[in-house]
């Protein structure tokens, strides 16, 4: 019997550790996937931003 109940403590925690492993992975993934979302913002602003000099140094000329 002890066997066991020492069997069914190393499953839950081997169940614990892939779950908390799996919930990192999924908050990298997140953060990942925000930063790069961050990055395309930014990227667009820029691209909008030069766009908008660009037609103001046009319209000058």
């Known amino acids: 019997m002890l066997v066991n109940y020492h069997t069914i403590i190393d499953i839950l925690?081997?169940?614990?550790a892939i779950h908390?492993?799996?919930?990192v992975n999924?908050?990298?993934a997140l953060?990942?996937?925000r930063i790069v979302l961050?990055?395309?913002r930014?990227?667009?602003y820029l691209n909008i931003n030069?766009?908008?000099?660009?037609?103001?140094?046009?319209s000058y000329f």
Not at 13 to 16: I, N, R, S
Not at 20 to 23: D, E, I, P, Q, Y
């Open 20 to 23: 908390n492993t799996a919930l």
């Open 26 to 28: 999924h908050h990298t």
């Open 42 to 44: 930014n990227l667009i």
């Open 13 to 16: 925690h081997t169940a614990l």
């Open 31 to 33: 953060d990942t996937h």
């Open 38 to 40: 961050y990055y395309y």
């Open 50 to 58: 030069t766009f908008y000099t660009y037609m103001i140094l046009v």
